[in-house]
């Protein structure tokens, strides 16, 4: 069973829209979760953090965390052609290091 | 704060040939990773320093790949024979020992031909 899973997509919103971003993990005991984004042939940047469940925002992002569910999500409101992408869901399991998913492939149509 | 540097950033070598990235960290961040994605994949960890030790090594690190750190300042990755299935971006990151994020630097290339 893989750590982090992620709908590879690709995700395609219209400019201007919502995009929901999905990730679900298998340890219950992950402690932090990470959002980053990826342009083609780039490393990945950080978007945001999320430690507690309940919404988080930031600017046009907000990241979402269900831990009983063990869920999170991304929602990029406005959505901008710049936002298309590959974003990553990391996960913190109290290790040292993140689990990435694979990462879901954004599409914001002009 | 010149973020995290790797060198070189692009490599193309023979199958069997060695090669070795280097990647100087954030100053003053002790902690500092290799990671390796190939395409279509989220970056897969490799390995973790705090300081100059090497605290962990993931099953994906074979015998042909070492990793140094010597004065817990830049660190080196050699690929010992390298195969093709090494051709991948190779990406180190670093992290504050007081702090929550990861942040990586622009990868280093590796095309195995």
């Known amino acids: 069973q893989k750590e982090v899973e992620q709908n590879s997509g690709p995700l395609s919103v219209p400019e201007g829209a919502i995009a929901s971003l999905n990730c679900t993990y298998s340890d219950r005991g992950s402690q932090s979760f990470f959002w980053y984004r990826q342009y083609s042939g780039k490393s990945p940047e950080l978007i945001m953090f999320i430690y507690s469940n309940g919404d988080k925002e930031d600017g046009r992002f907000t990241a979402q965390l269900n831990k009983a569910s063990q869920y999170v999500s991304l929602l990029i409101r406005d959505s901008q052609p710049s936002d298309s992408a590959t974003y990553l869901c990391?996960?913190?399991?109290?290790?040292?290091?993140?689990?990435f998913g694979t990462g879901t492939r954004l599409t914001v149509i002009p | 704060d010149t973020g995290v540097s790797q060198d070189p950033r692009h490599k193309i070598t023979k199958r069997g040939q060695n090669v070795t990235f280097r990647c100087d960290p954030i100053s003053e961040h002790n902690r500092l990773y290799w990671y390796r994605q190939t395409l279509g994949q989220g970056p897969e960890f490799l390995t973790y320093?705090?300081?100059?030790?090497?605290?962990?090594k993931s099953r994906l690190l074979s015998d042909r790949f070492s990793a140094e750190r010597p004065k817990g300042s830049f660190s080196t990755l050699e690929i010992q024979r390298t195969e093709q299935g090494d051709s991948a971006m190779y990406l180190c990151?670093?992290?504050?020992?007081?702090?929550?994020?990861?942040?990586f630097g622009e990868g280093s290339w590796l095309t195995v031909v």
């Open positions: 990151a670093s992290k504050a020992e007081s702090g929550n994020t990861i942040y």
């Open positions: 990391a996960v913190n399991t109290g290790a040292n290091n993140l689990f």
């Open positions: 320093f705090q300081n100059e030790a090497q605290l962990e």
